[in-house]
């Protein structure tokens, strides 16, 4: 079984900073594809940011500049650091990963339970 497992939401005031982890865990064989995503009150979940295991990054136009994310391959942990937060940023995030198991070379989509991040004064 594998698991994706968030840490790191939280309150915080505008123009704040929070660093969101995520490890996952289980019988893992890769992870070409790990990253984040956000669904606000009454909207669809969108993409945040990914990550390849080389190490590429593709950011949503809406926190281009603002978030970075980065990953520990031997770790199997991806991490995003969201600084300038806006509330417009509200939403639970949810790490992703494209995850490889022996049992299942041709890999999968698997989600975390999401972690709440509030941007308020």
């Known amino acids: 079984q594998v698991q994706l497992v968030e840490s790191g939401g939280g309150l915080v005031q505008p123009g704040g900073s929070l660093r969101l982890s995520c490890a996952a865990s289980g019988s893992i064989f890769s992870i070409p594809l790990m990253g984040w995503y956000r669904q606000a009150p009454g909207k669809q979940r969108e993409l945040v940011a990914t990550?390849?295991?080389?190490?590429?990054?593709n950011y949503a136009d809406s926190v281009k500049g603002r978030f970075t994310i980065s990953r520990d391959n031997a770790k199997n942990m991806v991490y995003l650091q969201m600084d300038s937060l806006k509330p417009e940023d509200t939403a639970v995030y949810y790490c992703?990963?494209?995850?490889?198991?022996?049992?299942?070379?041709?890999?999968?989509?698997?989600w975390g339970q999401g972690t709440q991040v509030a941007v308020s004064s």
């Open positions: 990550i390849t295991s080389g190490g590429s990054t």
């Open positions: 992703y990963g494209r995850i490889a198991t022996p049992q299942r070379p041709i890999p999968n989509n698997y």
